[in-house]
């Protein structure tokens, strides 16, 4: 399974962007996917998630209202679009996936936010918000 995250860049503050996750090789009908991102001294932080099956989302507290994740099934692939960026979501954003997660998914547990509930891990992409 690969995870291709793309969409990157530097933007001023209050700009928007939009981040693209491609997964492939392997079909999957239940799942969950993650944003998380990771800025210069500071730990990885969850962003958002989603369901692939029904769509159900959960974010950070820091991000809800700006961002907004998405997915389309038939191209494999989750969307986080982030909306009037600040320059404290400056990080590289890594999309994840836990593709053993199957029946009923409640997205907003906690377990979610947790960097261990995934199995898989794109390489990141860069967000560099100037002021």
């Known amino acids: 399974v690969q995870l291709q995250a793309s969409g990157g860049g530097l933007v001023q503050a209050g700009d928007s962007l939009r981040l693209s996750c491609v997964v492939s090789?392997?079909?999957?009908?239940?799942?969950?996917m993650g944003w998380f991102r990771q800025a210069p001294g500071k730990e990885r932080e969850f962003v958002a998630g989603i369901t692939w099956s029904g769509g159900s989302t959960t974010y950070a507290d820091s991000v809800k209202g700006r961002f907004t994740i998405s997915r389309d099934n038939a191209k494999n692939t989750v969307y986080l679009q982030m909306n009037t960026l600040k320059p404290e979501d400056m990080a590289i954003y890594s999309c994840?996936?836990?593709?053993?997660?199957?029946?009923?998914?409640?997205?907003?547990?906690?377990?979610?936010?947790?960097?261990?509930?995934?199995?898989?891990w794109g390489q990141g992409t860069l967000v560099t918000v100037s002021s």
């Open positions: 994840a996936a836990d593709l053993g997660s199957t029946g009923s998914i409640d997205v907003g547990r906690r377990y979610y936010r947790s960097g261990a509930a995934y199995d898989y």
């Open positions: 090789g392997r079909t999957f009908s239940s799942a969950v």
